[in-house]
């Protein structure tokens, strides 16, 4: 099925704020419902498909099918942007300015070639499309000239499997439950579960070097990667003969994180890992976020690291998102501290030693045992956050996610100076915000901080939160930080990702864009600065 158009995920799972979330929003934040309700996806008004007769009779010819170069309005709806809360209040509204001009599906290797040569040709841009759900502007390219959605949900399947190397090579529209389903049925899984895990696809996790709620123990999904297929209107990038090479600078990086901007993934070989027999999550609280900081860096550092390792700071703790399905259930404790969830899986053996060893670390460091209920819980709700944000919104707050990561000896002053430009620019505008964070992601050398934003929405949203987002963004870079950790760079990032890697950098990426996509049809203005 489709995911909601105007929000995140199955509709069905679609949940009211509980009343003392409700309350903490009006009493703390002056958060009031909105009075207008949300455009119907009927009454929202595409403008024609602007492809030339021509244009589309070729792309057309490269799928095969007429019906499978989409120019309906609820087809290019669905694919309009991503879903980051700007993302979700534009259409909202019914504003679909970025709206594609059609919806093409391929179904192999061969015609996504072909249709990214048709493109060029026509001077049409090409979006690449698996779940759709980026939150940080990969969907919406910039530019005047029309775009078509590249949707890969066709390219979807399992196409090898090596037992004996451990490897499995996937199609990117493959969605992550399904190839959790075809790997497990056979012993196997890839251990790659973000919170888009119900929706994202393989081909978009590599794109944007995804990292999932297990990497403590599986590892980023770029560290997964061990081959790649890459379509460009240039010709066609095989990578990876062997797990790792001395054969020259490795091309395999250059496609991870590239997010669409270089070309189309189509075919991905990961390393997989036998299937665990237990999974035991456990909570832990400490009496502050540097008590915890520091018992997660003993255990990223000296070990056992467990596989599912997450840290939320006091206030998100008191909120209770750290266990979503648990929200609002600690707004009476006085003094909630901080709430660290640690999982293990694997062997039963294994799971029980680095269980007993880990807890002895955790209580050296002043940790609570404070049992598997609020890891269950946590296991429980771990894809629930998306859903929640839908639900502050309809109640007319806002609420928007950030993400970043640096050095363990950077990370204290990172936090405090993305707060306090988020607290500076929120309230400052009359909309005094929560601000919340998690570690959740933890290197032998650093981590990543989380970071989730409630306020009032203020009279125009999106206008807003867009200084905000800029004071975090400098606040990032200003106190060492990365601008993504594992969101992306998108459009929304792109100006502070050129400052990251430095005008030399961005000459670089111009060359290699200039060299795989000559004509400039491939995302244009995503990831790679405009000359």
């Known amino acids: 099925m489709d995911m909601l158009w105007s929000g995140w995920g199955d509709p069905a799972k679609a949940a009211p704020l509980p009343d003392a979330v409700t309350g903490l929003l009006r009493d703390l934040l002056g958060v009031t419902p909105r009075g207008s309700g949300s455009a119907s996806l009927e009454e929202i008004a595409v403008p024609p498909c602007p492809l030339t007769d021509a244009a589309r009779m070729a792309l057309t010819g490269c799928v095969g099918d007429a019906a ?25 509204t019914g504003d679909v300015a970025d709206v594609p001009a059609a919806v093409v599906l391929p179904g192999s290797h061969d015609e996504v070639a072909a249709v990214l040569g048709t493109c060029a040709e026509h001077g049409v841009a090409v ?14 390219p910039e530019g005047k000239r029309p775009f078509v959605a590249l949707d890969l949900r066709r390219l979807d399947a399992l196409l090898a499997l090596d037992d004996v190397s451990r490897t499995a090579t996937l199609q990117p529209g493959l969605r992550a439950p399904e190839c959790e389903r075809l790997l497990n049925e056979r012993g196997w899984t890839l251990g790659h579960f973000p919170q888009s895990f119900e929706w994202a696809s393989i081909g978009g996790f590599a794109a944007a070097r995804s990292s999932g709620q297990a990497s403590a123990g599986y590892g980023r999904f770029d560290e997964m990667v061990l081959g790649l297929t890459l379509a460009t209107p240039e010709g066609t990038l095989e990578l990876g003969r062997a797990p790792r090479s001395a054969a020259g600078p490795d091309l395999r990086q250059l496609v991870l994180g590239s997010e669409g901007a270089l070309g189309v993934i189509t075919s991905v070989t990961v390393r997989i890992r036998p299937l665990p027999t237990t999974r035991v999550y456990e909570g832990w609280r400490f009496a502050s976020f540097e008590a915890g900081a520091a018992a997660l860096r003993r255990l990223a550092q000296d070990g056992p690291r467990p596989t ?44 029980a030693d680095r269980r007993t060893r880990a807890r002895a670390v955790l209580l050296e460091c002043g940790g609570e045992y404070v049992g598997e209920e609020p890891g269950d819980r946590w296991a429980h709700g771990r894809y629930n956050a998306p859903y929640l944000r839908d639900a502050l919104l309809d109640a007319g707050a806002f609420a928007e996610t950030l993400e970043t990561a640096a050095f363990w000896s950077a990370l204290p002053e990172l936090y405090e100076q993305v707060r306090q430009a988020l607290t500076t620019a929120l309230t400052g505008a009359g909309t005094p915000p929560l601000v919340m964070c998690h570690i959740s992601h933890v290197y032998e050398n650093g981590a990543s901080l989380y970071f989730t934003v409630v306020s009032a929405q ?29 969101h992306g760079v998108g459009t929304d990032h792109r100006d502070w990702y050129a400052a990251e890697i430095g005008p030399a950098g961005v000459r670089i990426l111009q060359a290699l864009k200039a060299e795989l996509d000559p004509s400039g049809v491939l995302n244009p203005g995503v990831l790679v600065p405009v000359r």
């Not at 120019?71 to 993302?87: F, L, M, Q, W, Y």
């Not at 779940?131 to 919406?140: E, Y």
Request: net charge neutral.
């Open 458 to 486: 203020g009279e125009d949203p999106v206008a807003h939160w867009a200084p905000a987002k800029r004071a975090a963004n400098d606040a990032i870079l200003a106190a060492g930080g990365t601008i993504s950790h594992h």
């Open 308 to 351: 599912v390792l997450r840290l939320s700071d006091e206030t998100e703790t008191f909120v209770g998102l750290a266990q979503p399905d648990r929200i609002g259930s600690d707004l009476t404790r006085p003094s909630a501290g901080c709430m660290a969830i640690a999982g293990y899986e694997g062997t039963a053996e294994d799971t």
């Open 68 to 92: 499978r170069v989409r120019t309906d309005a609820e087809s290019r709806i669905r694919h309009t942007r991503g879903k980051s809360t700007p993302d979700l209040l534009r259409i909202r």
């Open 127 to 140: 979006v690449p499309f698996g779940g759709g759900t980026s939150v940080v502007g990969g969907l919406a």
